[in-house]
């Protein structure tokens, strides 16, 4: 079975500054996806960022980015130019590409505070 | 366009009472799936509907069920409630196919006591 591990239960960053949240996942699998998602206080998951394994470029979406490291199997976020709405629980997801894989498999998350 | 939506956004049970929680899922989407967080947690995969039949299933006690229309809307139920039940229960939908992503709705809020 597939794991997923977030080191960081919590995390801060000051207004405008870049912070990186990590995340490492276990499986035995060559093909999968990856996510980060994103759950305010509102309670609502926002997906961040999506990064297929089959592809060696790293994924980035307007200040958010990651670094995908498939033989370390680690999956970082980095967020630049962080803004107070970035304040949220962050999640990184697994995602077979199995067709009946179909279910996430969520790490513990990070709680991100943005200091002004 | 409507994403997927979720009712009731409270419920507050007793031990023992069974809940009945709904989710639509957002527009031209056809699986949905059910996920338990548990408070200060990631969210746990409950189970996965597709063509009205329950195409995957977590390591959840049969107490948890649930079914899908032909609309795609779908249920989830849970019988004989434990306070261990209180959670926010997440819906997410999709589109069957390997590479869509899931999009999540507000959650219901479970409250047992």
């Known amino acids: 079975a597939q794991t997923v591990t977030q080191s960081q239960p919590e995390m801060s960053v000051q207004e405008a500054e870049t912070v990186t949240l990590s995340c490492t996942y276990d499986?035995?699998?060559?093909?999968?996806?990856l996510f980060w998602y994103k759950q305010p206080p509102s309670r609502q998951m926002i997906l961040v960022i999506r990064?297929?394994?089959?592809?060696?470029q790293n994924a980035t979406e307007n200040r958010f980015s990651v670094n995908f490291q498939k033989a370390a199997k680690s999956f970082s976020l980095k967020i630049s130019d962080s803004q107070l709405g970035d304040a949220a629980m962050y999640f990184c997801?697994?995602?077979?590409?199995?067709?009946?894989?179909?279910?996430?498999?969520f790490g513990p998350g990070t709680r991100l505070s943005v200091l002004p | 366009d409507a994403g997927v939506t979720q009712s009731p956004t409270h419920l507050i049970k007793t031990r023992g009472q069974q809940v009945t929680l709904r989710c639509s899922p957002k527009?031209?989407?056809?699986?949905v799936s059910w996920y338990q967080q548990a408070l200060g947690q990631g969210p746990q995969f409950i189970f996965q509907?597709?063509?009205?039949?329950?195409?995957q299933r977590g390591n959840f006690p049969d107490r948890f069920s649930g079914h899908q229309f032909p609309n795609y809307s779908s249920e989830l139920n849970v019988n004989a409630l434990l306070l261990g039940d209180s959670a926010l229960y997440l819906c997410?939908?999709?589109?069957?196919?390997?590479?869509?992503?899931?999009?999540f709705g507000p959650g219901t809020r479970l409250l047992v006591l």
């Open positions: 997410a939908s999709s589109m069957v196919g390997i590479k869509e992503t899931q999009y």
């Open positions: 499986t035995s699998e060559s093909d999968y996806y």
């Open positions: 990064q297929e394994a089959y592809k060696q």
């Open positions: 997801a697994y995602r077979s590409a199995l067709n009946y894989g179909q279910n996430f498999v």
């Open positions: 527009s031209g989407h056809d699986t």
């Open positions: 509907y597709y063509e009205e039949e329950e195409r």
